[in-house]
């Protein structure tokens, strides 16, 4: 935690350490209605800037990916990426808008030093796509149930530079001695999609708002503009959230959590401040308006600085740049032109891998639609994929506290070692082992198999020999089996896994066994 | 017309980031307010119909290929910085969290 | 060899393609004038003694070792730039104590364009800081001073350029015209000065003032040097969104053929008479019935919201600006000031710019931020935008009926130093008849045409356009030019007293 400095240090630490009374979810459910508002930041995966010549690739060192015009350098001036702006127009037809025939951009106007211009260039009034809706999913244990979220508006921006915060305890900005600023990624186009306010969700809060970054992040993801992994930024989440005590009073006031880097943390992140709103009301207190910071490692928000006064950011609109006017034949075939949604599509694998309703909320649940049919194209059986992902590597990715995707072991892999398995090379003990290897990093799983020395052992003689062994080391047990107790051959499988380091077929140990000894199982 | 007040004037300077003195903001609100009072004539003639002009030329639709081009070094980056540290634009601390 | 700094940049083009004086010889003859003078005039900020003549020799080496053909229509002149346009390497200060020692990664592609031309960059010249002004006083390096009376302006913002060509330490020069700084410098130092179609050259490298309004364009002591130079630097550019996408008119050729017969000639009703000195008034008048003895049909026009321009132009310069300058904070490049360790960047960022802009930067900073407020928008910003819409509209109807327009350039000749410096409103009347045409993005030329009497002090005239008939100025300009000087037998500025 940061150095607590007092209430008047000028250095600004609140005292806010993310501990706040939580009203209980039951009684914030029965005392107030909540309202919900998502702003989700899609960095896209042009290979340019917004408005400059600058790559975008993630990972380069340090103002390496800098020129006048994103550096803010005087007498610099913006240029449109073309491919940008039908992106943003893509995203705007897929999410049922209307796409503008005439806008602008606009200039939001505030000093801060990750913003070299101290004005970001946005839209503000005239936003090339508004007025959609996305439908998203949420699974229940009775069938899935649809929620039909109204997008306010879609519409393009630059991000900023990154700081990073020297001198603090924590690398955060409060008790920093200064900062350090890499402009490579001030500039990247970025398309923002605001939803109006959703009401009447309830209890479903939570999980309606983590459907929605879900399902809009496999939007972007199937049209290609964005590689959206929240967990590198290219897809941001801020959410906002209000309670009233009715659906008939008026809004309430409202908080702004930002920071919000997982799809699982959205849904934390809604209950939370439902909680925490809910104590504060309960006490007779006031809910500030104001921006508030996600903690992923307490699982809960810290108050930023209060904005009672809202910011105000001098809109008015770009003069570097001239309207953007889209050709209404060129919208036309570019929603023609649009690849299949990802609702239709999980229809569709649905009905290709014949899963019932459960099993497909499973894999929705599990966020594992992409990685599943990706192993499946690798040459899996539906079932296989499904039941590793859903099995050990939901497993794995659950104890490592990581979403599926950043696991750190592909489906082509994955389909690899279900291809081994089924061929008899390995067995599912040792399939388990070959995962481990890959996730510690030791290759691919040919590789891993080779170093291990992982060799089923399948061939009868081997077998015989090593069940003869064992048979002679536990007579009695033979006896009892003899006698009827066909269970207690488990021991003496068991002696031979142990003798064979796992890499025996335990079934055909079994088989052979029984048979060896006359028995019927 | 509005009197604008040292306290609006104040508010403006924190907005624009000026670090003025109480005496050149004193003068500043004279100033502004005289200069205001004689543009004020602007809207006797701005009605409603007439349509505001951001742009002298009726472009639309300027754009360019996402193709890289050429960016700065590093060195000339940072060559005009005031402070630097690890190929990074040095700046003191932040205290208003944003972003 | 007669004196060089005398001559034309057509006449000195035409030396160094000829073989009679080396581009070295013409550079230093140049350098030289600005040490006998400048410490008087003060037009330069900044030498650039070592770049210019190492220009001059690329030109003298290109043209030993590929002939006179390889080399373009001036190579070899010597030219001032204003001094906010980026040149890589060299000192770009805006006339501003920010930006001190600042020097740019980067030309601007105006300075690209006269470099790959073959043009000689002397140096960069003083101005208003930040380009905010019509005196040059606010120039946080001093003022310069008119080479007709050293104690009065050279007009502004672009005062350094003008004074620079009248003191014939350079032939040509770039200026940029925001709502008058080239045109007005030009009428008051008695020079030719154009603001070409808002488009019409590229504004990257531009340091921006007010991005909707800021035009670079070319100054020179006549019409001719000016086409040339504006030949150079006009045309497309894919790194400013704002810049027209057509070939630039054939201003050269209109140059060349000045004639304004039977052209349709209207005198603004707005800008003449009351405000407008007698004397300034009177040369107006007199060039004006000129033209119409050299077969032009003079008629009057009305633009009925020209009044209200200069106030809409109050309101829209500031607000850009306020948002335009707002990159300077001490950051990335520049000045920082008062970064002890201890303080935050918000205060680093307020002392900087409270200590490296000038009081009437911050003025209109001010008064920017104030316009763009929320609540305020409508009334100010909004409503000055629709006032825009009204003169652009002046300007399409009076084009209906004429060809060109013409006024005074400026209200008054020049002025003291000092005269107008507490009384922004009375500066700021001195942009009253050049700021329409910024506002609607029209080209507009100053040219001399005549001492008023009271003074002795050159009068300029000023010629509008419609959007993308630079070429009508030039036209115009050359015919009148041509008139007036044999009327006086010798350009204008040959009376200009010796420094």
């Known amino acids: ?521 | 017309m509005p009197a604008i007040s040292p306290d609006e004037v104040a508010h403006l300077a924190v907005l624009a980031r000026l670090d003025l003195t109480q005496e050149h903001l004193g003068r500043l609100a004279a100033e502004l307010e005289v200069i205001l009072a004689s543009v004020a004539t602007v809207s006797q003639v701005a009605t409603e119909q007439i349509p505001p002009t951001s742009h002298p030329l009726p472009l639309t639709n300027v754009f360019r290929a996402d193709e890289v081009r050429p960016s700065l070094t590093v060195e000339q980056a940072l060559m005009a910085a005031p402070a630097v540290e690890a190929d990074r634009f040095r700046v003191p601390r932040i205290l208003d969290e944003d972003s | 060899m007669s004196d060089l700094t005398r001559m034309t940049a057509a006449q000195l083009a035409a030396l160094v393609a000829d073989g009679q004086a080396s581009a070295v010889e013409v550079t230093q003859a140049h350098l030289d004038r600005i040490g006998d003078v400048d410490s008087a005039v003060h037009a330069f900020l900044h030498v650039d003694t070592a770049g210019a003549l190492a220009a001059a020799a690329a030109v003298d080496a290109t043209r030993a070792s590929s002939g006179p053909a390889a080399l373009g229509p001036l190579a070899g002149v010597p030219l001032a730039l204003k001094d906010v346009l980026t040149t890589e390497g060299v000192p770009t200060t805006c006339g501003s104590r920010i930006l001190e020692g600042w020097r740019p990664a980067y030309d601007a592609t105006v300075t690209r364009r006269l470099k790959e031309a073959g043009v000689v960059i002397l140096g960069k010249t003083n101005m208003d800081e930040f380009a905010m002004g019509s005196s040059t006083e606010h120039s946080a390096y001093g003022p310069t001073h008119n080479p007709w009376d050293l104690s009065r302006i050279p007009g502004g913002s672009g005062g350094g350029s003008a004074a620079s060509l009248a003191a014939y330490e350079a032939p040509l020069a770039v200026g940029t015209d925001t709502g008058g700084s080239i045109r007005q410098p030009a009428a008051v130092t008695g020079t030719v000065g154009v603001k070409p179609t808002y488009g019409g050259v590229s504004r990257y490298g531009l340091v921006a003032l007010a991005s909707s309004l800021d035009q670079a364009g070319p100054c020179a002591r006549t019409v001719l040097d000016a086409a040339l130079l504006h030949r150079v630097i006009a045309g497309h550019d894919p790194l400013d969104s704002t810049s027209i996408d057509a070939p630039v008119p054939d201003v050269v050729g209109a140059a060349r053929h000045g004639d304004v017969r039977g052209l349709r000639v209207g005198v603004v009703r707005e800008l003449s008479g009351e405000g407008y000195q007698p004397g300034v008034q009177q040369r107006f008048d007199e060039a004006v019935a000129l033209l119409e003895e050299l077969g032009a049909q003079v008629t009057e026009v009305s633009c009925p919201h020209f009044p209200y321009a200069l106030a809409a132009y109050y309101l829209i310069l500031p607000s850009e600006c306020s948002s335009n300058l707002a990159k300077f904070d001490g950051m990335r490049f520049g000045l920082r000031a008062g970064d002890d360790g201890t303080r935050s960047v918000e205060e680093v960022m307020g002392r900087t710019r409270a200590t490296g802009f000038g009081p009437e930067a911050i003025r209109r900073i001010m008064l920017g931020t104030y316009a763009l407020s929320a609540g305020y928008y409508d009334a100010f910003y909004g409503s000055a935008q629709k006032v825009r819409t009204l003169v652009t509209r002046d300007f399409a109807a009076a084009f209906e009926q004429v060809d060109v327009m013409v006024s005074p350039t400026a209200p008054t000749t020049a002025f003291k130093l000092g005269e107008k410096l507490d009384d922004p409103l009375a500066m700021y009347l001195n942009d009253v008849a050049t700021i329409p045409a910024n506002l609607a993005g029209t080209p507009g030329l100053s040219l001399p045409v005549g001492l008023a009497p009271e003074d002795g002090l050159p009068v300029g005239l000023q010629v509008m356009a419609p959007v993308m008939a630079d070429d009508r100025l030039y036209r115009v300009a050359a015919a009148l030019e041509t008139a007036l000087v044999e009327r006086w037998g010798a350009p204008i500025l040959d009376g200009a007293p010796a420094l």
């Open chain 1, 1 to 521: 935690m940061s150095t607590v400095n007092g209430p008047d240090d000028p250095r600004g630490d609140h005292g806010d350490h993310g501990s706040h009374p939580l009203l209980p979810w039951e009684t914030v459910l029965e005392r107030f209605d909540p309202v919900l508002g998502l702003e989700v930041h899609v960095e896209l995966s042009t290979r340019t800037k917004m408005f400059c010549g600058c790559p975008t690739a993630f990972g380069a060192a340090p103002n390496t990916q800098t020129c006048p015009t994103c550096l803010a350098l005087p007498g610099a001036l913006p240029v449109v990426n073309a491919v940008a702006v039908e992106s943003a127009i893509r995203l705007g037809l897929a999410l049922n808008c209307t796409i503008a025939t005439w806008c602008r951009f606009a200039r939001k106007n505030y000093f801060y030093p990750d913003m070299p211009k101290n004005y970001q260039v946005s839209q503000y009034d005239e936003p090339i796509a508004f007025a959609g809706w996305l439908d998203v999913e949420v699974p229940s244990d009775v069938g899935p149930r649809v929620y039909r979220i109204e997008i306010e508006r879609a519409h393009m921006e630059e991000d900023t530079g990154k700081s990073s915060h020297v001198g603090g305890d924590t690398g955060r900005i409060h008790g920093a001695e200064y900062s350090l600023v890499d402009y490579n990624r001030a500039g990247i186009p970025l398309i923002e999609v605001v939803t109006k306010p959703i009401e009447g969700l309830g209890p479903a809060a939570p999980e309606v708002a983590r459907a929605f970054v879900a399902e809009l992040r496999a939007l972007v993801v199937s049209l290609g503009i964005s590689d959206a992994y929240m967990h590198q930024g290219s897809l941001r989440c801020d959410v906002n959230l209000s309670l009233r005590r009715s659906p008939q009073d008026p809004l309430g006031t409202r908080s702004e959590t930002k920071n919000v880097n997982s799809l699982r943390s959205v849904a934390r992140a809604v209950r939370y401040e439902m909680q925490r709103q809910g104590a504060l009301l309960e006490a007779g207190g006031r809910v500030v308006q104001e921006t508030r910071h996600w903690h992923e490692d307490t699982g809960g928000t810290t108050s930023g600085r209060s904005k009672e006064q809202a910011e105000d950011y001098r809109y008015f609109p770009e003069p570097d740049l001239v309207p953007v006017a889209p050709d209404p034949g060129w919208v036309e075939r570019l929603r023609v032109a649009l690849p299949e949604l990802p609702s239709a599509r999980r229809r569709r694998l649905q009905g290709d891998w014949a899963a019932s309703d459960l099993e497909m909320t499973a894999v929705l649940n599990a966020d594992a639609l992409e990685v599943i049919e990706a192993t499946i194209a690798s040459g899996a059986s539906p079932a296989a994929a499904r039941k590793w992902w859903l099995g050990e590597l939901a497993r794995l990715a659950n104890e490592r506290d990581v979403e599926l995707v950043a696991l750190g072991i592909v489906p082509v892999d994955v389909a690899r070692i279900i291809a081994l398995v089924d061929e008899g090379l390995l067995t599912d003990t040792m399939a388990r082992q070959v995962v481990e290897g890959v996730l510690a990093g030791q290759g691919p799983p040919d590789q891993v198999v080779a170093a291990r020395a992982l060799k089923v052992v399948g061939d009868d003689a081997s077998l015989t020999a090593a069940i003869a062994e064992a048979v002679a080391a536990n007579p009695d047990v033979v006896d009892k089996i003899r006698a009827g107790k066909v269970a207690a051959s488990g021991v003496i499988v068991g002696a031979v896994m142990k003798a064979t380091r796992g890499q025996a077929d335990a079934a055909r140990v079994r088989e052979l066994l029984l048979g060896q000894l006359g028995v019927d199982g």
